[in-house]
């Protein structure tokens, strides 16, 4: 029976597997079951949880001085949008974690209608009416929360 030589690059290592033709089509099926079983999304992360939280906390409570002048506001603004950015670098650089770095995303575009947005209408009008606020908070609490459950709705690590 002939044998097939596979020849599987790993990193720049190259990796010699001698394999027989009849056993070819199982090789490449528990390979094929070994990727399809291997999560598909990041594991638990507690620093990314705890970084939500507390944004989701700080940035609620500036959204509350909206209705105050902006210049009364702009470096805790300017500190809220630095530790977004941090929060966002964190995920970001997570493995498998596409899905929470698109919400993070959305959530700090000031393009959009979630918290950059909202911090984009403020330096504009440098005062925000009440019910704009509260709709604003309301909408913003929702996005926080989709990224807390996504989180929470994850795997955690296995105990070393």
Request: charged residues 25%.
């Amino acid at each position: 029976m002939k044998a097939m030589m596979l020849i599987i690059k790993n990193k720049g290592n190259a990796m010699k597997i001698v394999v027989k033709r009849s056993n070819l089509v199982f090789f490449i099926l528990s390979i094929l079951l070994l990727f399809a079983c291997a999560p598909r999304i990041a594991l638990y992360n507690e620093t990314a949880y705890s970084n939500a939280v507390s944004l989701k906390v700080e940035s609620l409570a500036l959204m509350d001085k909206a209705s105050d002048s902006i210049s009364a506001h702009v470096q805790e603004i300017s500190t809220l949008e630095t530790n977004i950015e941090k929060a966002y670098q964190y995920v970001r650089w997570l493995p498998r974690n596409e899905l929470t770095v698109a919400q993070w995303e959305i959530l700090k575009d000031p393009n959009r209608d979630l918290l950059g947005g909202f911090l984009a209408k403020w330096k504009e009008k440098k005062v925000l009416h009440a019910a704009f606020i509260q709709e604003k908070e309301k909408q913003t609490t929702d996005a926080f929360n989709e990224i807390l459950k996504l989180e929470t709705g994850k795997n955690k690590p296995k105990d070393k």
